[in-house]
């Protein structure tokens, strides 16, 4: 369930920062037909219209730049507390994967064990006589 969580805070953050970007593509378009299209048609420039559009347009610039930088920040968060919770849960998985295979497996005799036991039975085998049978 936090997976799920986590990727759609992150495709929320995407879509922001990509909505944001993209208007202040759209931004600089309009500022491109007030400034040259508008002029040449006769728009007279005055400081009346020039001054409130300039702080607008820098206000708005500024806040798609705030909401760019936070999305980025905020991302970058999500990753780094991602990769704190697979560190922390690395150890832990491990462990409980080494426990379960030493509980699935039977308990093996170490080498010392199967070394003494193994000449042993090589050497009853020589030790022991066989019987053969004497022709009469």
């Known amino acids: ?43 007279h420039f005055s400081h009346a219209w020039a001054v ?13 730049w705030v909401n760019i930088i936070a ?5 970058s968060y999500l990753l780094m507390q991602r990769k704190k919770e697979a560190k922390s849960l690395t150890p832990d998985a491990e462990e409980q994967h080494s426990q379960a295979e030493q509980a699935t497996e039977p308990p093996r005799e170490s080498e010392s064990q199967q070394k003494e036991t193994k000449p042993e039975a090589q050497e009853e ?11 009469p």
């Open 1 to 43: 369930m936090k997976s799920v969580d986590d990727s759609s805070v992150s495709l929320v953050l995407l879509l922001m920062a990509s909505s944001s970007l993209f208007s202040m593509i759209g931004l600089l378009q309009l500022n491109k037909i007030v400034q040259d299209d508008l002029v040449r048609s006769g728009l």
């Open 52 to 64: 409130p559009y300039w702080n607008l347009m820098s206000l708005v610039f500024a806040l798609m």
């Open 71 to 75: 999305a980025i920040a905020f991302q």
């Open 125 to 135: 085998d020589e030790e022991t006589p066989s019987v053969t049978s004497v022709p």
